[in-house]
């Protein structure tokens, strides 16, 4: 007879309660976790980057018929990166640090790091005006001229190609997952990047090039500010799953009563709550009992 007999003495189920018990010694942050997710976020957002193209132009008096007028097609000349992240938490606690503190000014000085930064947006503008005086010079779909840049100038049509392969790789997994659901984290995370509009692409359509997008301002780090957390999201509110299909887009969840929802998400928002003071007006939303998780123990927000 088996009545009365449980499923772990049939050999079922899961782990016991004590048996999870005695995995787990001490809690923390998730650190770890945290700063691989991060990493991922970084690599995602480089490997899905909007590509900047060009539109056709006009030909200027007296050049000649032969120049190739058409647009540039695309490709990353800019991806987000941890530097811009960096150079836009600094500006922050710039803006946000009080100018004066018992009397002692605080000195802000610039470093070697801000101006290699400038330098390397420089030298992505200067490649990205020569692809297209390469552009004007040949057109790569008449015939011939493709092998004439794939021996003078190959790397203009590799990074190209490349560009068509992460286009229809995020179109193909976005569709996948949309379709037969989230499986693995890799999915989950790829889904919450999408969700929350960290990172976007096609979806089997062809992208438009944008000539406004050529632009050496485009280099700036704080052209990145969507994409470092500040347009969804950016008061604590999460986009819900699937929030990133056409006509979903209402659906988020408010940050009250949530986990640290209290609070900016952007740079500037956490680098102003650094010296926030005690009597600084708490903010308006929250409901219920508040504890010292949401508002640290000073009552300073966090």
Known sequence: MTAGIGMREQGGGGPSAMDLFGRHTSADLGGAKAAELESYKMEQQQKYAMPIGGAAMSRPPGAPEWYNYAGLQPAKYDVPSQAKERMMAKQALREAVPATNNGVTRTDPITDFEVD?????????????????????????????????????????????????????????????????????????????????????????????????????????????????????????????????????????????????????????????????DSDAPETGVTGTQSLAATGPSGARI
């Open 117 to 277: 930064y400038v330098q390397a947006m420089k030298r992505q503008a200067e490649l990205a005006d020569f692809d297209r005086y390469v552009n004007t010079l040949v057109d790569p779909k008449k015939p011939g001229n493709l092998k004439w840049l794939m021996e003078v100038y190959p790397e203009f049509v590799h990074r190209r190609i490349a560009q068509v392969h992460d286009d229809y790789d995020f179109a193909i997994r976005n569709q996948m997952i949309d379709n037969w659901g989230i499986n693995t984290l890799d999915d989950l995370h790829f889904k919450y990047l999408v969700d929350q509009g960290k990172i976007s692409g096609s979806r089997l359509g062809k992208r438009v090039p944008v000539d406004s997008l050529y632009q050496v301002g485009s280099l700036a780090p704080f052209q990145n500010r969507a994409l470092a957390g500040q347009k969804f999201g950016s008061r604590g509110n999460v986009r819900l799953p699937y929030a990133s299909e056409p006509g979903n887009e209402h659906w988020i969840q408010s940050s009250g009563g949530q986990p640290l929802g209290r609070g900016d998400r952007s740079y500037y928002g956490m680098a102003s709550d650094m010296f926030a003071t």
